[in-house]
């Protein structure tokens, strides 16, 4: 499966931004697409993910950090995951990738629970 993201950009404290992720090819391959980001000088963190059974919708999953503040959501007919972030901080400046696979409950926030990766996109929240 090939995922795109968008929707990066630049934003100030407290300001919103959405981040797609389009999926192509073998979407049957996948069961659940993330979030994760990526700081300068840090490790790549898990942000979000959604994973489904069949059908619309999905169970949602937070890091601890965007709980509130962040939304992910699915489109099924567009193939297609949203990640609405609001009330964004500076903390919150990454660049975020999407993700794509079949992880289990254990796995649902490791890199290792996804096989495929988009390209990031950059999203950078002044103060």
């Known amino acids: 499966v090939q995922l795109q993201a968008s929707g990066g950009g630049l934003v100030q404290a407290g300001g919103s931004l959405r981040l797609s992720c389009a999926a192509s090819g073998s979407i049957s391959s996948i069961h659940a697409m993330g979030w994760f980001r990526q700081a300068p000088g840090k490790d790549r963190e898990f942000v979000s993910a959604i994973r489904w059974s069949g059908g619309s919708g999905g169970t949602t999953y937070y890091a601890d950090s965007v709980k509130g503040r962040f939304t992910i959501s699915r489109d099924n007919a567009k193939n297609t995951v949203y990640l609405q972030m609001n009330s964004l901080k500076p903390e919150d400046t990454a660049v975020y990738y999407c993700?794509?696979?079949?992880?289990?409950?254990?796995?649902?926030?490791?890199?290792?629970?996804?096989?495929?990766w988009g390209q990031g996109t950059q999203v950078t929240v002044s103060s």
């Open positions: 993700a794509g696979g079949r992880p289990i409950l254990s796995t649902i926030r490791s890199r290792g629970g996804y096989h495929s």
